[in-house]
Structure formats: C-alpha cells, structure tokens
C-alpha cells in the first residue's frame, strides 16, 4: 500500500462500472492485492482506510451472499499466491511492458508494429521509445563511431577465416555471427576474436562482449541492465511504481537486466517491495531467480500470466510454480 498507487480510485471506477453496467453485477470481481505499506503515518493510514471503507460500501451496494465484487487482500501473501490470481484472472492491470532487446530499431518496429503502447529498446538500450508513437531517443553521450574503422577490418578476417560466419553492422554497434560456422571452430574463433578486439579497441569508448554465437563491439555505458534502470527510475518517478516485475531474458546480455533488478530490489528503491520474477531461459548459471526450459515455454508462461482462465489451481513453489502456471494457461 502506498498512497500514490489509487487504489481507492481503481475500486471507485469499478463502483462506477457496476452502477451503469447492472449486467455485469454478479459477475465481475476485482481482487485487489494490496502490499504491506512500508511507511507508516496519516497519509498511509488514510490510504488505507479509505480502501476498506470504499471496497466495504460496494460489497454492500452490489454484493450478496454469495457475491463480493471487491475482494480486498491486505496482508501479505507469497508470491505464488500472487501468480495464481494473475494467472486466474481476465485481466491484469499491467502498467508497463517494455521490449529490451540487442536487436536493431528498424527490425524491432516491424516485429512490433501492432503493439501500440509497447516501450521499446533497442540495441541494447541506445535507442528508446516509449511507445509506437513517440520519437526514437538516443543516449547523446555515445555517438563517437570511429572505433568501427578499427573493429571492422579485424571482424572481416575472421569472417573471411571462418566459413559461415558473417558481419552485422548495427548503428551504434558490429556483430560478428558464428552461428552457421562449425560450432567448435567458431567458439574458438570467438574467443581469439574477443581478445583481439580488446587490445585494439583498449582506447576506445566501447566494449567487447560475447552473444548467443556472436562477439558485438557496443559502447561503453549501454546495456540492457541500464535501460531497466532507467524504466524502473521512470516508473517510480512518475507515480506509476510496479508491484509485479517480470523480466525474461535468454542471452548473456540479459544477465545485466538480472543485476539491475536484483539490485534494485536489495537497495529498496521502490515504494513498495514488488514481487519480483526475473526468470532466464534455459538452466543455466544466472542472476535470475527461476528459469524456464525454452521460448515455447516463455510464450505459455505469458499466456498463463494474462489470458483468460477459468481454472484455479493450488499452486506450487519453485520452478513449479512456472510449470504450474504454464499448465492454467494450456
Ligand atoms: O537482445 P536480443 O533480442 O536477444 O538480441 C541479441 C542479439 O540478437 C541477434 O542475434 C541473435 O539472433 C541471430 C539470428 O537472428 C543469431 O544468429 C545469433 O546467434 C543470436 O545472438 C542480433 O543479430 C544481435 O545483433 C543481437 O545482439
């Protein structure tokens, strides 16, 4: 509970609802999860006294023996508990969904393109938009490009010694790809390419980092754990702090996003304590608490989290947990 997340509007715009949509009476339920305050004083006590006695009146207004349009869960209660409900549920009030990729922003406005409201960056955070809308950003402090003359000749003797292997020139960064050349050649090849690359860029204002198959030259002060930062600054900053955070990630680059989150977490930055679900695909050594098998995996744990189910099930902790939403949304 903190008194910036309008909890009591939510409940008065369900109020609202039931008054102008007699229909819906009897069928809608609102379960509101409300964290335990970590402040104390008036404001706080007034937040939530106004929540009880708002959910109370409409519980008596459109409730009945067997019906309560507003179930008010104000203790605390573990986080699988949690999920359940979300999975439960036909609708989740989301506030945010951002995509955080290594990809380039042309590919990932196709990828994206009927997703309006979807945050998007790209590159590994040198691009930002905060929706389909809104102009593309870029970070200002890193547009020196010069190291590209240095890295480029180097990556086309590894392609050129690598059968399969290719380059891919992204605006702020080169990728050399490995992932069609014979894997233990290539692995060996990125190695030597990554150490290569280090001494020759030592002065540069970029950084050397090995991908799924591929090494990339980046610059300095971009990365995916930066860009979560910068959502959850954003967030918190203007009133709309989460209280669910759910980051997936797959590649080695996505481990920064881990840090951040955990970070984050431990240094207590967020109004309320979120529940937090950072998850890496694959089992594998990660920052991320839980893990799921594979992509398909991630898709049916979305789904389980926001499509519509009607089973409630008992569920579960640990990597269980996922398994057991997976199976709700199936
Ligand atoms: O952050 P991501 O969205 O996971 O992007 C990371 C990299 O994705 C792309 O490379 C990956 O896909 C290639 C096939 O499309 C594959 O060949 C490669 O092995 C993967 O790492 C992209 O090309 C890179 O620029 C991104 O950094």
Not at 181 to 195: N, R
Not at 203 to 219: A, D, F, L
Not at 222 to 251: H, Q, W, Y
């Given at each position: 509970?903190?008194?910036?997340?309008?909890i009591?509007?939510?409940?008065?715009?369900?109020?609202?609802?039931?008054?102008?949509?007699?229909?819906?009476?009897?069928?809608?339920?609102?379960?509101?999860?409300?964290?335990?305050?970590?402040?104390?004083?008036?404001?706080?006590?007034?937040?939530?006294?106004?929540?009880?006695?708002?959910?109370?009146?409409?519980?008596?207004?459109?409730?009945?023996?067997?019906?309560?349009?507003?179930?008010?869960?104000?203790?605390?209660i573990?986080?699988?508990?949690?999920i359940?409900?979300?999975?439960?549920?036909?609708?989740?009030?989301?506030?945010?969904?951002?995509?955080?990729?290594?990809?380039?922003?042309?590919?990932?406005?196709?990828?994206?393109?009927?997703?309006?409201?979807?945050?998007?960056?790209?590159?590994?955070?040198?691009?930002?938009?905060?929706?389909?809308?809104?102009?593309?950003?870029?970070?200002?402090?890193?547009?020196?490009?010069?190291?590209?003359?240095?890295?480029?000749?180097?990556?086309?003797?590894?392609?050129?010694?690598?059968?399969?292997?290719?380059?891919?020139?992204?605006?702020?960064?080169l990728?050399?790809?490995?992932?069609?050349?014979?894997?233990?050649?290539?692995?060996?090849?990125?190695?030597?390419?990554?150490?290569?690359?280090?001494?020759?860029?030592?002065n540069?204002?970029?950084?050397?980092?090995?991908?799924?198959?591929?090494?990339?030259?980046?610059?300095?002060?971009?990365s995916?754990?930066i860009?979560?930062?910068?959502?959850i600054?954003?967030?918190i900053?203007?009133?709309?702090?989460?209280?669910?955070?759910?980051?997936?990630?797959?590649?080695?680059?996505?481990?920064?996003m881990?840090?951040?989150?955990?970070?984050?977490?431990?240094?207590?930055?967020?109004?309320?304590?979120?529940?937090?679900f950072?998850?890496?695909?694959?089992?594998?050594?990660?920052?991320?608490?839980?893990?799921?098998?594979?992509?398909?995996?991630?898709?049916?744990l979305?789904?389980?989290?926001t499509?519509?189910?009607?089973?409630?099930?008992?569920?579960?902790h640990?990597?269980v947990?996922?398994r057991?939403?997976?199976?709700?949304?199936?």
């Amino acid at each position: 509970m903190d008194i910036f997340k309008g909890i009591s509007l939510k409940l008065l715009g369900l109020e609202l609802l039931l008054e102008r949509t007699p229909k819906l009476r009897g069928k809608v339920v609102l379960v509101q999860i409300v964290n335990p305050a970590r402040s104390t004083g008036k404001d706080v006590e007034e937040a939530i006294n106004e929540a009880v006695s708002v959910a109370e009146r409409i519980n008596i207004k459109y409730g009945s023996a067997n019906y309560k349009p507003v179930v008010l869960i104000d203790y605390p209660i573990p986080s699988y508990e949690k999920i359940a409900y979300y999975a439960a549920s036909d609708c989740c009030i989301v506030n945010a969904v951002r995509d955080v990729s290594g990809r380039d922003r042309t590919t990932l406005s196709e990828w994206f393109a009927p997703c309006e409201k979807l945050g998007i960056a790209a590159e590994h955070g040198y691009f930002i938009r905060w929706n389909k809308e809104a102009e593309w950003e870029t970070s200002s402090s890193a547009q020196d490009c010069e190291w590209k003359n240095i890295a480029e000749p180097i990556m086309e003797v590894y392609k050129e010694t690598t059968d399969g292997s290719s380059i891919e020139t992204k605006e702020s960064a080169l990728v050399w790809h490995y992932q069609d050349a014979d894997h233990d050649f290539g692995t060996c090849q990125a190695k030597e390419l990554v150490s290569h690359l280090e001494r020759v860029l030592a002065n540069e204002p970029v950084v050397v980092k090995r991908g799924h198959q591929i090494v990339e030259v980046k610059p300095q002060g971009v990365s995916k754990g930066i860009v979560v930062d910068t959502v959850i600054r954003t967030l918190i900053n203007t009133e709309n702090a989460p209280d669910f955070l759910m980051c997936i990630g797959n590649d080695r680059s996505d481990e920064d996003m881990f840090e951040s989150i955990n970070k984050a977490t431990s240094h207590s930055v967020f109004p309320t304590a979120p529940d937090v679900f950072a998850c890496s695909v694959g089992p594998k050594a990660s920052k991320a608490k839980y893990y799921v098998d594979g992509c398909s995996e991630v898709i049916r744990l979305l789904k389980g989290v926001t499509a519509i189910s009607p089973q409630r099930e008992v569920i579960s902790h640990s990597q269980v947990t996922f398994r057991d939403i997976l199976e709700v949304a199936s």
